[in-house]
């Protein structure tokens, strides 16, 4: 019923010469959270001005970038309620800062901002999220992981194969690699953790898209 | 270091990266995002071509629009859920402002916040030179009923809803809709109904949003059992399980061919009788369990297949003391548990000690062993040490100054010795500590946190061995009194009234106790107000003074919330305006869960609903004003009841026959019926006929009750009509027919006021009088009396079915008057006092005092029917029932009297544990002639002489029921009445020729009935 009722009303917002268009609306809530199309369009503009990559807004990009931004407010939420010590505005600027380090001009990055439709704060905001979501993994999982000496000895075994694959000569030695290979699991074993929190953070939370913001 | 040729890097920007960055695969996109950011400053410039989709021209978008002025706001739809001011509140939009995205973003967020909507898109179109708003949105609906048709019991009605899961205003999503349905499903199949079919249909009302669910269902025909499959090691063949199980057909022991229906509870039950009876023989592990339950889908019916594990005999042996087996089942929870290990072996240990303390061996030992002499046969043998047996028979308190002795032993479990109730005393050190402990709450409770209690034994109290004394010292310490209170965040209005109802005001003594209770009372005060999210917080810093308290109290009372409307489901027959004069919320009013509570009680009070559910529509949306739902369900309108019993008392002698006037112990049984019509004409009215039939007495009674008059709660109509064929009154049979109004009126808690007008027929055959035919014209003429009375009644007592303390007094007066339809003109007046007071902890002096007096105007003589008979009972106990009074100088029976005076004194004290009392009553009064005869002389002058009050002695039993106390006295009364008696025929009594015997009432009497007697 619900559908056929958008589908009417989306119909007659649609007549002709009736000329109007959407400024806003709906993309996905989480519980009594709104995700609005606006937040997912700013999303995906602001990822593309950090990548230096076109926009896209297709369907498919929008409806990875709501999910992502779920999962973003998941962790935030959960990092509110842990009392964690997050990263402090002062802490999103300084990045800022580096991000802005790579234009020759300030003008040369405001015409950025400009030619991606964001504004500095957007940016700003953004870094701030996602540096927040980093320490809250790093917080809440990272302590958790154990790596054993044959977690590294199986690890090692499987890169310096890839790496013979690579390269002829002999592969560094496991105790040459030994940190990065440590600094490797522990990232992999702590995303895991984190993909698990999130699947069952979101199986306990009402979590709606609507498909019309995805189309 | 391997790092700088490990496989590359994904976003192929940084190849000599560290490791860590090149296997992460994060599914979080904001870390990758942020990865990406960190490596960003590494990286070259990006191309020119990457920015080659212009970023800013896809919807949404209205980037161009930004700064227009907005012209029209329009919703779509137009009637939107919200009360429309807060709809423009929330929106934040307005006609002439400049359009902000930022705005129309939070405006979105505002109205989803209401939880009344599912979704909501702005759209926007230039309109000349500024641009028109639509705001399209779809709403939320919410449960507003399940209504099941078709169910048959079981599973009722309630189980089903249930296990829909659909809560009554809880959102309402269509996905929940299948789930619902085969949990329904899956529960008529537990009961049997394998064939049941359901459909369901949810009506929407755009208006509140509500989403009316409906189930239909057609049960089918029940399975019934057909057998019992058999696996582990059963002992007796399936036949006798099915019958022990109650799955076979039989009638009490009877057995009949044929099996049961199947429903979850009688398989359960099922089940555990098996279980029972195969642990049997102290096989207490042994159990029974349930492989699966086959359906036989051609046949309609079952077959359980039972696990049968047997476990080993257990034996328990009590060494060292002696405990019925009766008793060793209470103590040893193994035996209810079914089970056997260390924890219930401990607990049982705990229980044999408390026991044998309580049997005044308060030094009990008592250890256990385990053995298994044989594989199937376990022994668990606890030692028991009794020691010296010793009776409490002082508990001394001491040091005690803000509290006197008698308001802390009131605390006290611990009880000295005291005839047949306690002979060794109640003591144990567990009740030791509990009494240790409720002095120390009464003390902290009252300011004084650092009150200690220490206790010593004496179990050599003035020197006699075995005689326990308790010591109680109290170490009071000072009380802590509060300083100042503070209180933040309420109004100063309420700060007023709050202060004028809290106890931790300044002066007051300083407890958390009182301090937990005022939280409660400023919450609810809040929460009736409408604030259903307040909170309460307190903190205390040093007084002044080394023991006084500054007390600070933090409230936030949050939001307050408003009823927007009531909305009530699920009426079939009732009225509305019934219901709607019941609720006591008013839109635009605070929201108000008391009021709700309140609401609910008063409609369930009405008797015609079996279940009221009540909710808030979306308790957690944002919104200012809530919709309240109410979803009725209808009780059953009619209910038949049907009884027997019987009454055993000296209600014998001859109909017709002038023998044995005071009665002769007879056995009367009766039958009652009745059918009553509830919620008649949908009004909350009852009509109710009910039927008596015994020897003694034929009634038929109609009654018709408007309970809550006019929707007022303390009114209440009923008319009532009567036919009767009573002879319990020795003298004669009457026939009776008689009709009736009352008002009733509640004036407050303990007053109530009736209002009454009563007309009655009542003839007496001439053949069933036991009379001197002299008497005969006066009194036994056909008598038509309409009456208009009044009762007021002041009811204070504690406990109206076993009064412990309080008082009740009555008042009843009335006037039969030509003008009222009366044959007979005369004056009624009754009155009634009780007296309930408390002696010590456990004993009640009770006292009644009744009064009652006919006058009839102008002389006239006051006929049978309307005459007093008492004895009996609830008057004197010295006589049998109706006996007492005046009596017929030559028949000897009783005559009645226009005026009676009786009083009543029971000592009410506890016997044997809790529930079995005893009483010693002293009842003395008498019927009268007249008022003028009433006399407090207790000799019977002579053999015709009724003019005295009679005394009666004697002792009662109590045993408490949920419904009243069973009561046995016997009573023994040294003056009852002496009486001529008649020897002879009706036809000798006429001619004089029949012979006068001395007869008397026996001065033992026995009385049986319910109730205490006042």
Known sequence: ????????????????????????????????????????????????????????????SKRAAAAALVDRYLIIQESEDSHFAMPSVDDAAALLKQVKGQYPSEAAYQAALKEYGIREEDVARHLLDGSRALRFTDLRFRPEVQISDQDLAAAYDKYAAQWRAAHSGTPPSLEDSRSDLEKLLTDQRATQALDQWLETARQKRSVQYREAAFQ | MVAASIPPVPCGRRANTAISLVYVRSVALPLLILVCAFALPAQDPPPAQAQAAPPGDTNPGGADLEGRAIVNIVPVPEQQPLLQSEFDRRLGLHIGAPLSLADVRAAIDALYATGRYHDIAVEASPSGAGVELRIVTEFNYFVSGVT??????????????TASKLELGALFTESEMEPAALSLLERLRANGLYGAQLSYHVDFSSGDEEAG???RISPGVRARFDGINLSGTPTQPPDKLGRIAGWRRGLLYIPLPGWRELTEQRLQSGINKIESSVQKGNHLEAHVTLENLNYHRDTNRVTPTLLVAGGPELEVDILGAKVSAGRLRQLLPMYEERAVDNSLLLEGQRNLIEYFQSQGYYDTQVSFEQSQPAPDHSVIAYSVERGLRSKLVNIEIAGNRYFDTPTVRERLLMTPARFIRYPQGRFSPRLLQQDTNA???????????????ASAKNDDYKGKRGDLSV????????????????????????????RSILRSMPGEPYSEASIGADRDTILNYYFNHGFQNATFDWTQSAGPLATQVDLHFVVQPGKQEFVRNVLV???????????????NLVPKEPLSTVRISESQQRLYDLGVFSKVQTAIQDPDGDEDSKIVLFHLDEASRYSFNAGVGAELARIGGGVTTFDAPAGTTAFSPRVTAG????????????????????????????????????????????????????????????????????LGQKVSRANRIQYRYTIRRVTIPMDTLKISPLLIPIFSAPDRAGIISMSYIQDHRDDPTDSKQGYLNTVDVGVAWKYFGSATDYRRLVLHNSTYHRIGHDMVLARSTQFGWIDGMGGAAIPFAERFFAGGASTNRAFPDNQAGPRDPETGFPLGGTAFLFNNTELRFPLFGDNVGGVLFHDIGNVYQDVDAISLHFNQRNIQDFKYAVNSFGIGIRYRTPI????????????????????????????????????????????????QTF
């Open chain 2, 675 to 742: 059918l009553s019509r509830l919620d008649f004409l949908g009004l909350g009215h009852t009509v109710s006929v009910q039927t008596l039939v015994s020897t003694l007495e034929d009634r038929v009674g109609v009654t018709y009750q408007a309970p809550q008059l006019a929707g007022r709660q303390n009114l209440s109509l009923t008319f009532s009509g009567l036919f009767d064929d009573s002879s319990d009154v020795r003298t004669f049979t009457s026939h009776r027919l008689e009709g009736s109004i009352e």
């Open chain 2, 569 to 583: 489901r699920g009426l079939e027959h009732t009225r509305a305006s019934l219901v709607a004069e019941r609720i």
């Open chain 2, 213 to 215: 669910i409906y189930f």
């Open chain 2, 148 to 161: 099941i048709d078709g169910a048959a019991d079981p599973p009722s009605r309630e189980q089903l809803r």
């Open chain 2, 964 to 1011: 009243g106390p069973i009561r046995i006295d016997l009573s023994l009364s040294p003056d009852a009445p002496r009486f001529f008696g008649f020897s002879g025929t009706r036809d000798q009594l006429l001619d004089g020729t029949g012979k006068l015997i001395n007869q008397n009432i026996n001065w033992f009497q026995f009385h049986f009935s319910l109730g």
């Open chain 2, 471 to 498: 010591t109680l010292e109290i170490m009071e310490g000072p009380q802590w009194i509060v300083h100042s209170l503070a209180i933040e965040g309420v109004l100063p209005t309420d700060d007023a009234y709050l």
């Open chain 1, 1 to 60: 019923m619900r559908t056929s009722t958008l589908a009417i009303l989306c119909a007659c917002a649609c007549l002709p010469g009736f000329a109007a268009e959407v400024i806003d609306r709906i993309a996905v809530t989480v519980d009594k959270q709104v995700i609005a199309e606006s937040d997912v369009i700013r999303y995906l503009r602001v990822a593309a001005f950090l990548d230096r990559k076109p926009v896209d807004l297709s369907g498919a």
């Open chain 2, 439 to 453: 002095i120390l709450d009464l003390y902290r409770a009252n300011g004084f946190h650092d009150a200690q209690v």
